[in-house]
């Protein structure tokens, strides 16, 4: 895997795996079987609510790091995923990167019992040797986060997508509802706003540089050399 995934690749790459293992009739997926799989209001956190195009977008994302393959024959294109290889990692290591991919950050109890249908682990201790294994990798592909105030064990996050951001409901155990579904179009505008601040905070910055020089003084958070 080359880049990060977006969020979206990150949710059709795990409902291939995740449908591949519970409905193997149907699998690989038609397009309106993966929209279907990636809006699902249960077992999904964040709930999206990604179109058509959307997912295809991410398809095309995943196909160009040969994560995602499209197979040929028939009237309809069905996909697969190539989870394991594309990720360098043992089956079970990509179950447990989807089931994270899919329900967000878990206990490792909850992903044992969250991957049961992908792939039966013979106890804790066999969860904790695959995410430990994912964590030493390098780049990691998952990550044991700080344990959240009130709650009794830590949670474990994939990094597929980059640096784990979490709010304080999530970091609690907090569920998404209905209510609290995002469409991947928020999602991009807000990438585009915090990069909009950005640039405008570099040219204030800018800004208060030049007129520091320009009247002799030292700017805030600059240091003259010794």
């Avoid at 360098?88 to 969250?114: I, K």
């Avoid at 807000?190 to 640039?199: V, Y």
Wanted: aromatic fraction near 4%; proline fraction near 6%.
């Amino acid at each position: 895997m080359a880049r990060a995934l977006t969020p979206l690749e990150a949710r059709v790459l795990g409902v291939l795996v995740e449908k591949q293992a519970t409905v193997p009739d149907t699998y690989p997926l038609s397009l309106n079987s993966l929209v279907a799989g990636c809006n699902q209001k249960t077992a999904r956190d964040p709930v999206l609510n990604a179109s058509e195009s959307d997912v295809l977008a991410a398809i095309d994302g995943l196909k160009s790091q040969s994560l995602v393959f499209e197979t040929s024959g028939g009237r309809v294109s069905k996909y697969e995923h190539n989870a394991a290889r594309g990720l360098n990692v043992p089956g079970a290591a990509a179950a447990l990167l989807a089931v994270l991919m899919l329900r967000g950050p878990q206990t490792v109890a909850e992903l044992r019992a969250n991957a049961e249908r992908l792939h039966r682990f013979a106890d804790i201790s066999s969860v904790e040797g695959f995410l430990n294994e994912l964590a030493d990798r390098y780049p990691p592909r998952a990550v044991l986060l700080p344990r959240a105030p009130g709650a009794r064990e830590p949670r474990w996050a994939h990094l597929l997508c980059g640096e784990v951001q979490m709010t304080a409901e999530r970091a609690a155990g907090g569920g998404g509802s209905d209510e609290d579904a995002i469409s991947v179009g928020e999602l991009v505008a807000l990438k585009a706003e915090l990069s909009r601040q950005g640039a405008e905070l570099a040219e204030l910055r800018a800004l208060v540089l030049r007129m520091a020089g320009e009247l002799g003084i030292e700017a805030p958070g600059e240091t003259k050399p010794a």
